[in-house]
C-alpha cells in the first residue's frame, strides 16, 4: 500500500458522511491553501447524469490531438486512486499525490472534510501547479453543491443527459435534479446541453437565462447523429462528416456531438472532432476484455467478455441499445448492484435483450445489495435469474453451459473496478 493510500484511509474518518453536499467546508479549505481554483488552466466543467466521462475523455482526446496539454479530474476511480488526477495528460505520480495530500491533510487539521472535498482540493493544488492549457472537470454528484462547483469562471460548462438518479441527495423529479445539474452555469459562460428530456431544458434554460449563459442546445444549435458507417455533426459552422465514435454503443454518438460542440465552442475544428471520435479511451463502459485470467476462462469456451459499470435505468437503456446492434449472440450477465440503486429500473431494459442473469454480491463493499435479492428483482422483470458466490464462479458455470456467448459482467462501477483489478 502506498502512502498517499494510506493518507486516504485516514481522511475517510474526518467527516460522519461519505456525501454531505455543501460549499461552507470546500471554500475555507481552498481559502487555506490560497485558493488554487483560481489560478487553474482554461476550465471545462461537466455534470450530468449520464455520458459525463466519456463525453470528457472525447473532448480530452480532440484537444490533445492539436497538442494541447490537458488536466483532467475524474470520478470515481476504478483500479487506483490515482485515475481521478491526470496532470497534463498523464496519471498523477505516486510521490506528488503523497505530498499533496500530506500538505493539505496538516493545513486542514482535523477539521470537518469529507473525502471527495478534500481529493478535489489536492487535484485544484496539484493542477494549479503544473502548466497546461486545459482543464477538464467533472462533477462528482449534483453540480449546484459539488466541490467542483468553486470556479468563478470557467471557459465553458457542459451538461450531458439528465435523468433520475441519486434522488436521496438531488430531488425525486426530474426539474429538481435538473437544477441541481444547471447550477455549474455560470453568468456569461457559455454552456454546452446534451440531448434533454423536455423537463430537464426547461430548468437548464431558466437557469441560463438568469445569468445571462449562452447555451448551445442539441437539436437547437447544433445536431448529430448516425449516418451510414459513420455520423455527422452539424451547427451554424457548417457539416462534418465523422466516423463513429471508437468507444461502443449508439448513445455514445449523442456523447460525441456534446464532445464536438464543446470543441467548437473553444476554438477547435474538424480535425480535432475526428480525433475525439477515434482516440477516446474510456473504461468499463461497454469495454470489450480481451486479456487477462478472466478472459481466458471465458475464450476457453469461446465467450466473448464484456465490462459496464452504468447502474441507473438510464445507463440500462444504453446497455441494451448497444448489445441489440451487436451481432446476435445469447447475452447473458453477471450482475452486482448497490442498495442505493433503482435495480428494477435498471435491469427493464436489459430483460428486453439478455438470456439471464448471473447475480453476485460486490465484494468489499458496505452498500452491495445481496446477490439474493438482485436475482430476485431480475426475476420480477422477466430475465431468468441465479446467484453465485462469487464472480470466478459465475463466469466458470456461465462459461461452461453456454458455450459461443457474450457474457457482461455489469450493474456498478464499484464492481468494474474489481474486474479491472482482478484481471489485471
Known amino acids: ?106 493545513i486542514n487539521a482535523g477539521r470537518p472534510i469529507t473525502f471527495f472535498e478534500l481529493t478535489t482540493a489536492a487535484a485544484f493544488l496539484a493542477f494549479s501547479r503544473h502548466p497546461a492549457d486545459f482543464t477538464l472537470l467533472e462533477v462528482g454528484l449534483g453540480g449546484r453543491l459539488d466541490a467542483t462547483n468553486v470556479v468563478a469562471r470557467p471557459a465553458l460548462t457542459v451538461i450531458t443527459p439528465v435523468s433520475i438518479d441519486h434522488t436521496q441527495y438531488l430531488g425525486d423529479t426530474l426539474p429538481k435534479i435538473a437544477a441541481e445539474k444547471a447550477g455549474i452555469l455560470k453568468r456569461g459562460v457559455t454552456g454546452i446541453i ?68 464543446a470543441l467548437r465552442a473553444l476554438g477547435f475544428g474538424a480535425p480535432e472532432a475526428e480525433a475525439a471520435l477515434n482516440n477516446a479511451s474510456w473504461p468499463a463502459r461497454m469495454q470489450r476484455l480481451r486479456e487477462g485470467p478472466l478472459v481466458e476462462a471465458a475464450a476457453a469456451q469461446s465467450c466473448e467478455l464484456w465490462l459496464d459499470g452504468g447502474h441507473n435505468p438510464a445507463g440500462g437503456e444504453a446497455i441494451a441499445a448497444t448489445l441489440s446492434q451487436m451481432p446476435p449472440k445469447p447475452v447473458h450477465l453477471i ?22 442473469l448471473t447475480a453476485i454480491s460486490i465484494p468489499g463493499e458496505a452498500n452491495t445489495l445481496p446477490a439474493e435479492t438482485t436475482a430476485g428483482l431480475a426475476a420480477k422483470v422477466g430475465l431468468p435469474a441465479a446467484t453465485a458466490p462469487d464472480l470466478g464462479t459465475a463466469l466458470d458455470r456461465l462459461a461452461s453451459a453456454n458455450p459461443v456467448s457474450r457474457i457482461l459482467i455489469c450493474g456498478s462501477l464499484y464492481l468494474a473496478g474489481r474486474v479491472l483489478t482482478d484481471n489485471g
Open 335 to 356: 450482475c452486482g448492484m448497490l442498495n442505493t440503486k433503482d435495480v428494477i429500473g435498471y435491469l427493464r431494459p436489459l430483460a428486453r435483450v439478455a438470456d439471464s
Open 194 to 261: 446534451a440531448p434533454q428530456q423536455e423537463p430537464a431544458l426547461e430548468v437548464i434554460e431558466r437557469q441560463a437565462a438568469r445569468l445571462s449563459a449562452p447555451l448551445q442546445i442539441a437539436g437547437q444549435h447544433w445536431h448529430a447523429g448516425p449516418e451510414g458507417d459513420g455520423m455527422v455533426f452539424q451547427d451554424e459552422r457548417g457539416l462534418i462528416d465523422l466516423p463513429r465514435p471508437v468507444l461502443p454503443g449508439p448513445h455514445q454518438i449523442e456523447n460525441a456531438g456534446t464532445a464536438i460542440a
Open 1 to 106: 500500500m502506498g502512502g498517499s493510500d494510506l493518507i486516504l484511509q485516514r481522511v475517510m474518518g474526518l467527516h460522519p458522511k461519505i456525501i454531505d453536499l455543501s460549499l461552507d467546508r470546500m471554500r475555507r479549505l481552498l481559502a487555506d491553501l490560497g485558493d488554487p481554483q483560481d489560478t487553474l488552466p482554461s476550465v471545462v466543467h461537466i455534470a450530468g447524469t449520464n455520458g459525463k466521462g466519456s463525453t470528457l475523455a472525447m473532448i480530452r482526446a480532440g484537444l490533445e490531438s492539436a497538442g494541447q496539454r490537458v488536466h483532467a479530474y475524474t470520478s470515481p476511480h476504478l483500479a487506483r486512486f490515482h485515475e481521478r488526477i491526470r496532470l497534463s495528460g498523464t496519471l498523477i505520480p505516486e510521490e506528488s499525490l503523497s505530498n499533496i495530500l500530506t500538505e493539505i491533510e496538516e
